[in-house]
Structure formats: structure tokens, C-alpha cells
């Protein structure tokens, strides 16, 4: 059990994570421009589905990686016991803070999509768009903001049980 190999893996998908959320931030702009001066060449709906190709597989990769760290911190947990539970809870209460925003932006952002397609064949009001869009944007800039703070934390966790000190502190 190499936690070193684990730190190595954490650091790549936290990075990865960043890109994919930044790309998911992009993408949420080109969605909402391109309802209001339909700029994307073919069709208006393809942008919406290439963005949430982008934007769900950002999210997920944001949750997979926390499980994937829970699961390590504990294993490495178990492995040393004199370290005690305390890391874990905290590993714990950082998902609790986590998952809320994270799949509520998700379910706005597929249902955002949805209405954008049926206001453009003529279902639904346009407002519908709009509400949901700022809905969405919201909720984007808000669980941003809390996965930031957890990567953090969850970095100090793993610092802490391999008592490595940060070279930016």
C-alpha cells in the first residue's frame, strides 16, 4: 500500500478536475450566448449536448474523486490506527458540504439543457430558459466554490496523516 502512488493519483484527477470544471464554466457561457444570438454553426442544440457531455462528466469526476480519496484516507486509516477517526470524519463532513451544491448544479444544468431545446422547437415560454439559466449559474459559481474549499481540505487531510508539510504555508 503505497500512499505516494495514491498522492500521485490524487494530484493528477484534482487537476483534471479544475480543467474540466473550468471547461464546464466556459461552456455554460457559450450556452447561455448562444440562446440569445445563436452563433454555433449547425445546430442549436448540438453545443447544448457537446457542453453537457463536458459539464456532467466534470461533476462526476469532482464526486468520484472524493469517494475515491474517502476510500483512501480510510484504507490508510485502517492500516494505522494510531492516527485515530478524526481524519476520516473530517474526510466525511467535507462530502456532506460537498454533494448538495455539486448535484444540485448538475440537475439545473440537464434540465436548463432540456428546456433550452424545447423553447427552440416552441414547447415552453422562454423564461423558463432564463430562470433556470440563472439558476444554473448560480449554483455553478456556488459549488465551485465549495469544491475548491474541499480540495483543500481534503489535501490538508492526507498532508496531515502522511505529516507532510505544505511548501506554500
Do not use: C
Not at 500512499?3 to 500521485?8: A, E, H
Not at 480510510?74 to 481524519?87: I, M, N, V
Not at 456532506?96 to 448538475?106: D, E, Q
Not at 424545447?118 to 414547447?123: E, H, V, W
Amino acid at each position: 500500500f503505497s500512499f505516494q502512488r495514491i498522492g500521485d493519483d490524487m494530484w493528477f484527477f484534482m487537476i483534471l478536475s479544475y480543467i474540466m470544471v473550468a471547461l464546464s464554466g466556459i461552456g455554460l457561457g457559450l450556452v447561455g450566448l448562444n440562446h440569445y444570438f445563436d452563433f454555433w454553426a449547425r445546430n442549436h442544440i448540438t453545443l447544448d449536448l457537446l457542453v453537457s457531455i463536458i459539464f456532467i462528466a466534470a461533476q462526476t469526476l469532482v464526486m468520484f474523486f472524493f469517494v475515491g480519496t474517502g476510500v483512501n484516507v480510510r484504507e490508510y486509516l485502517e492500516s494505522h490506527p494510531e492516527l485515530g477517526k478524526d481524519l476520516y470524519q473530517q474526510m466525511f463532513a467535507i462530502k456532506r458540504k460537498l454533494y448538495p451544491p455539486t448535484m444540485m448544479v448538475t440537475i439545473l444544468f440537464m434540465v436548463m439543457v432540456i428546456i433550452d431545446g424545447a423553447y427552440f422547437i416552441g414547447k415552453v415560454s422562454e423564461w423558463w430558459f432564463h430562470g433556470l439559466y440563472l439558476g444554473t449559474v448560480y449554483y455553478f459559481y456556488k459549488a465551485t466554490a465549495v469544491q475548491h474549499a474541499s480540495f483543500r481540505e481534503s489535501t490538508e487531510i492526507v498532508l496531515a496523516m502522511t505529516k507532510t508539510e505544505r511548501s506554500d504555508s
